[in-house]
């Protein structure tokens, strides 16, 4: 077996000048499709940075975000504070910076349970169709009817504020937005001529569900993901804010943005701060998911 | 048409059914006797007795769910558990300034977002579509309460344009709609764009070009027809978002209305108000989204005859 083996590997290396071209994986147009996207291409790099501030925060904070400075209440920005400080005389950068692992967390860990359920409900729902579809898009509709907010402020209102509530909550309303978006996606690709001559050819459905329509479906499952990050953040960031999620003294951005309502007119660094921090966040994280959609969506592609 | 409405009006009774009863299970998902909770913190035992007797919660589930239903077709919502009022009289006085609040946002929200989305999808890659597009991204990543807030610090305390909060004057409208529609406006920018750049790759728009017609007629006629079709139902979607997004700015601003009512009743824990307006918001959202799927059977024949 060996030896017959060494005898015909000469036959079936390829010739030597097709080895040197560059293969094109679908990875690799993506990859050079998405670097033209400069505004996406920086979102991502920016991404990147955020997620090495939230790992280490804590340790690249110049002041502890909790302790409190009675010499220095509520000082405006300066050299020594760069976002100044707030009623309890804590450094409101170093909060910031620390905060970034509370929210980053949330926004992600939410939406990945959200996206996870509603995906596999939406292919069942547009591939099977009939009563199947049918009763999970009236389970979806029951999900919509308590509209956003509202069905994580009554799930919260039964758990208990919290950032834990607050991640299931906003996780639980991103199922049926994954759900309607992978249904819709399903149903084109489900009517591609593709799919249709791999059935014809016998293809069983579990096989053209995960093999055939789920890719077919994937491109706009991650631009949703990276988008609803942005939103999910948002989300529990209004919840801390009304007091519903992360509870003081966590440097939670919100819920710094709630304190700082009471400051308004005398120290409006307070609130501005946080309020930047979490607008640069979303937008970040929305910049990315725009980018990825137009990288991604074969629409758009020329 | 009128089959495909009555479908539609059909599917939604076992959805309500369904939300009623969680609705009504959300007081016994909470932790705690809800009787105690009405009786008060000091109650005695007799007292936790009579109140659950009064209030029926000594019978079994489903014949306490069928009372509930029975009290809330007639209209009884229960007694605050805060101002001993009855639900119903502290929902209808604040129903009304949450309601304009949402109609003022929306419609300056769809105004301002199909204009945007039109221009920068028929400027494609010029500075227009860059700019609406800008804005529009802007909207969406911007925290509702923190826009709130600066607009008070700017227009409010600063410049004395506007009230900082409460409603007395048509002034007070505009910061909080502002506030509420921004985020709402950008949606809708951003998915008109998608949608027209995606039906003006079309071959039909392309026939209407190579017959000569005007690229105004193109355009608004032809493909602005087809491509609202999702923002539609992407409008629809954002009603829901707008009375979520209503509890924030009506916090913010303090506005007298079902948002802040929700966000004080939760501080409170005063359950029989936030069970009715959980009710409230999702009966609203319902009709709303009829309204949506029926206008969308208008506007696609494909839809209705499916």
């Known amino acids: 077996m060996a030896e017959l083996q060494r005898v015909s590997e000469p036959q079936i290396q390829p010739p030597v000048n097709i080895k040197q071209e560059k293969v094109e994986t679908p990875f ?86 959200g996206a996870v359920g509603g995906t596999i409900l939406g292919l069942i729902s547009g591939f099977y169709g009939k009563w199947i579809d049918s009763l999970i898009m009236r389970i979806c509709d029951i999900l919509f009817a308590f509209p956003g907010i509202i069905l994580a402020i009554g799930i919260i209102a039964i758990l208990g504020p919290g950032l834990g509530n607050v991640i299931i909550a906003v996780a639980i309303f991103s199922i049926p937005i994954f759900a309607r978006i992978v249904r819709s996606t399903t149903l084109q690709v489900k009517a591609a001529l593709y799919v249709e001559a791999t059935r014809s ?9 995960w093999k055939h329509i789920f890719p077919g479906t994937l491109s706009s499952i991650i631009v949703y993901f990276t988008m609803r990050i942005g939103n999910a953040i948002l989300t529990a960031a209004s919840l801390s804010f009304l007091g519903l999620g992360a509870q003081p003294p966590t440097p939670e951005w919100g819920a710094m943005l709630s304190s700082g309502r009471d400051y308004l007119g005398t120290a409006p660094y307070v609130a501005i701060f946080p309020g930047l921090a979490i607008f640069f966040t979303v937008l970040i994280f929305n910049l990315l998911g725009d980018g990825l959609r137009d990288t991604l969506d074969p629409k758009i592609k020329d | 048409m009128l089959k495909y409405i009555f479908k539609r009006v059909i599917e939604i009774i076992p959805i309500l059914f ?32 009579n109140v659950r007797k009064a209030l029926g919660l000594d019978k079994p589930l489903p014949i306490q769910y069928v009372n509930y239903l029975h009290h809330i077709i007639q209209g009884d919502f229960g007694i605050s558990l805060k101002t001993k ?18 109609v003022v946002s929306m419609i300056w929200s769809v105004i301002v977002g199909l204009l945007i989305g039109v221009i920068s999808a028929t400027k494609r890659n010029k500075w227009q579509d860059y700019v609406g597009m800008i804005v529009a991204v802007s909207g969406i990543s911007l925290p509702s309460f923190w826009l709130g807030l600066m607009l008070i610090e700017l227009c409010a305390v600063d410049l004395g344009w506007f009230p900082t909060g409460g409603l007395n004057s048509w002034k007070s409208y505009i910061l909080p ?79 007298p209305g079902l948002g802040r009512l929700m966000i004080d009743s939760i501080n409170f824990r005063d359950y029989p108000v936030i069970q009715s307006e959980m009710l409230l918001f999702s009966l609203e959202f319902l009709v709303i989204n009829l309204l949506v799927d029926i206008i969308y059977g208008f506007l696609n024949p494909q839809i209705r005859y499916n």
């Open chain 2, 18 to 49: 369904i939300i009623t009863i969680i609705i009504f299970l959300f007081v016994h998902l909470i932790p705690g006797d809800p009787a105690r909770l009405v009786a008060g913190q000091d109650a005695t035992a007799q007292d936790i007795a």
């Open chain 2, 177 to 255: 709609s502002i506030t509420l529609g921004s985020g709402i406006a950008a949606v809708i920018a951003r998915f008109t764009r998608s949608s027209l750049m995606d039906v003006l790759k079309e071959d039909y728009v392309r026939t209407g070009r190579a017959k000569g017609l005007k690229e105004r007629i193109v355009i608004w006629d032809h493909a602005l027809k087809n491509a609202l079709i999702p923002v539609v139902t992407m409008t629809g979607l954002q009603f829901g978002f707008l009375l979520g997004g209503s509890v924030v700015v009506e916090t913010v601003f303090s506005w």
């Open chain 2, 85 to 102: 009022e009855p639900v119903s009289t502290m929902i209808g006085q604040r129903f009304m300034p949450t309601f304009w609040l949402s």
């Open chain 1, 201 to 209: 050819i016998g293809a069983k459905n579990r096989r053209l569900i």
């Open chain 1, 28 to 113: 690799s147009t993506f990859w050079k499709k998405f670097r033209k996207q400069r505004l996406a291409f920086i979102s991502a790099i920016l991404v990147v940075f955020l997620i090495l501030i939230a790992i280490f925060g804590p340790y690249i904070a110049p002041y502890s975000p909790t302790e409190f400075d009675y010499n220095a209440l509520l000082q405006g920005p300066s050299a020594k504070h760069w976002a100044g400080t707030d009623a309890y005389g804590r450094d409101i950068f170093s909060r910031i910076i620390v905060g970034t692992r509370i929210s980053l967390f949330v926004g992600i860990v939410s939406v990945f349970f």
